[in-house]
């Protein structure tokens, strides 16, 4: 009889993907990534979906099955969906690593249905707010963005620094820009983050 090629203990699996843990490893399926690992090997393979704002995917190798190591970099399309693998495999591993890739399974679609909600400045008399939306949250995550300025904003939403707002600026002018991320631990570490800046221009 043949062995498998995987003795699994385990299957990981959520947002249509799955991934067979043998003996003595370990790992994880979190919002856009699936982890798998044991002491001298780990297997990240992250996922990346196309945007109005990047949609390019000339770089992701089209296959009809996960890879194979090496390269321990690589980015490549399984069922219509795009992954960046990076692996940490000792070379005793590589085998048994492999195996374990190649137990990677796809299910085609869209499995992350949630949105983030920009940041909201309350109503003030002299000021002048605008967001960018609500925004989906792909499997690399999401970003809105909120600004306040007591002058006319003259640039686009996403245009950082504002430029052409900026030139205009007068001396007791104040402009605030809040850009709020989410993202899986490998882009932003689950960051929120918010930028202000103010200029104020010499007379």
């Not at 067979?20 to 990240?44: S, T, Y």
């Not at 995550?141 to 306040?148: C, D, I, L, P, V």
């Amino acid at each position: 009889m043949i062995a498998p090629l995987v003795v699994a203990v385990l299957t990981i699996h959520g947002y249509g993907l799955s991934i067979d843990l043998p003996v003595g490893w370990a790992g994880r399926v979190v919002h856009g990534e699936v982890v798998a690992h044991e002491p001298r090997a780990r297997i990240d393979l992250r996922e990346w979906q196309p945007s109005a704002l990047d949609n390019y995917t000339g770089n992701f190798k089209r296959l009809a099955a996960p890879p194979t190591l090496p390269p321990q970099h690589q980015t490549f399309a399984l069922h219509g969906r795009f992954f960046i693998m990076f692996a940490q495999v000792s070379k005793p591993q590589l085998a048994a690593s492999n195996r374990v890739l190649a137990s990677f399974t796809v299910r085609p679609g869209d499995f992350y249905k949630e949105s983030v909600r920009p940041a909201r400045f309350q109503p003030r008399h002299g000021w002048r707010t605008r967001t960018s939306g609500s925004a989906k949250l792909l499997a690399q995550g999401a970003q809105t963005e909120t600004w306040a300025s007591t002058v006319r904003y003259r640039d686009p939403i996403l245009q950082l620094p504002p430029r052409r707002t900026l030139a205009r600026l007068p001396h007791d002018g104040v402009v605030i820009h809040v850009d709020l991320s989410r993202a899986d631990l490998w882009v932003y570490g689950r960051l929120r983050r918010a930028y202000f800046f103010r200029e104020y221009h010499n007379r």
